[in-house]
């Protein structure tokens, strides 16, 4: 490498860190604002669900989204859990029916390699949480949703952390909703917790009053179950 091209790899890194941190910065600001109607007809969903009563609350959710708007809808759950995709597809295909229209296509099936699983410990979680970003982020750049639903699952904080990463790199915008699980009547999950402290939902969204009032950032949505 000659000394010219040091010389502007020397300049070009520094403009490029600057760049990004004011890209950064910019993301963390407008995903603070109150949200706007988007002007899009339809919106790709990216919907995480989540073993145990995760799923339930996420599929009492999706019952009352607009379906017509948001499509198509991606449903995404660990590679470990068998049963979340499965009432998915029982509902999708119950659309089916009713509407009496082959509608498939607007749902989209897809696991995703777990971050932690339970009694893994922290450490060896390390690599199992690297390996889910990874994952994680090609299937949202495949996918490029424009909203994405999540309520706790281990599984969502990989994918919202992508699609916070692609909005920094200016590779697409997607709105993070994130509802906390019913469950949580004191205090947040530590999927929660982790994306209220690194403000990377947009909207965060409790069901018991005491937790708005301990995480003021957070919006009061009542009991959703």
Known sequence: MG????AAICY??????????????????RSSQPASRPRAARLRCLIVLGSGGHTAEMMNIVTNLQK?????????????????????????QSLIQSD???????????QIY??????QSYITSIATTLL???????????????VIFCNGPGTCFPLCISAFLLKVLG????????????????????????????????????????????YPRAYYAGRLM
């Not at 198509?72 to 499965?86: E, F, G, H, I, K």
């Not at 009496?100 to 897809?110: D, P, R, S, Y």
């Open 12 to 29: 070009a890194l520094p403009v490029l860190v600057s760049l990004l941190t004011v890209r950064f910065f910019y993301v963390l600001w």
């Open 114 to 119: 777990r971050s932690r699983e339970v009694g």
């Open 68 to 92: 017509d708007r948001f499509t198509p809808r991606y449903y995404v759950a660990a590679l470990t859990d068998n049963m979340s995709l499965q009432k998915a597809q029982v509902y999708e």
């Open 3 to 6: 000394p010219d091209a040091l």
């Open 132 to 146: 889910a970003i990874l994952h994680a982020m090609w299937l949202v750049i495949r996918i490029r949703p424009q």
């Open 100 to 110: 009496g229209k082959k509608t498939v296509e607007n749902a989209h099936f897809m």
């Open 171 to 214: 590779l697409g915008w997607s709105s993070i909703f994130y509802i906390e699980s019913i469950a949580r009547v004191k205090k947040l999950s530590l999927s929660g917790l982790l994306l209220y402290k690194l403000r990377i939902a947009d909207q965060f969204f409790v069901q018991w009053p005491q937790l708005q009032q301990k």
